[in-house]
């Protein structure tokens, strides 16, 4: 049999050096260009089940946002208690799906007496509270990864 043939029989045991005789085609032909626009991943826009704000049962997204004259006002409302911003947690109740995967250009974050910026806050933080009492994640939903896309 010429080297040039494949046997169609993998070896058991992969080979660590090059071959002396490259193969005369590709084992597999080259796939379609690329696409020019990248694909968008799908961010899952649900109420979280579990957030309860102010950690009060009865608060749960469905409940504390009932009151259509007051849910926009209670979806702006930051739970104090654990530093998150209500419109995260019920994104599909608030209509801010595609808002929280982004960064609050306003925002000033200070640790200490260090002040940042969503830009410049060091990803360490972005699980914690600052000085604010404000989870930064919350505010910095863009570099701090908030969204996680549809699997």
Do not use: M
Not at 35 to 49: G, H, L, Q, V, W
Not at 56 to 76: Q, V
């Amino acid at each position: 049999i010429s080297s040039f043939v494949p046997s169609g029989f993998p070896s058991v045991i992969p080979s660590y050096l090059p071959s002396d005789f490259p193969s005369i085609s590709p084992s597999s032909k080259p796939t379609n260009k690329p696409s020019s626009i990248p694909t968008k991943a799908k961010i899952i826009c649900e109420d979280d089940d579990s957030f309860r704000y102010k950690n009060k049962e009865k608060y749960t997204c469905k409940k504390f946002l009932k009151n259509i004259k007051k849910r926009e006002k209670n979806c702006n409302k930051w739970d104090n208690k654990n530093g998150w911003l209500v419109k995260n947690h019920c994104p599909k109740t608030c209509n801010h799906c595609d808002q929280r995967c982004l960064d609050d250009k306003n925002a000033k974050i200070k640790f200490g007496k260090k002040k940042y910026t969503c830009e410049d806050v060091p990803t360490n933080k972005c699980a914690k509270k600052d000085k604010k009492k404000k989870v930064v994640e919350e505010l910095c939903g863009a570099k701090c990864l908030f969204c996680v896309p549809e699997k």
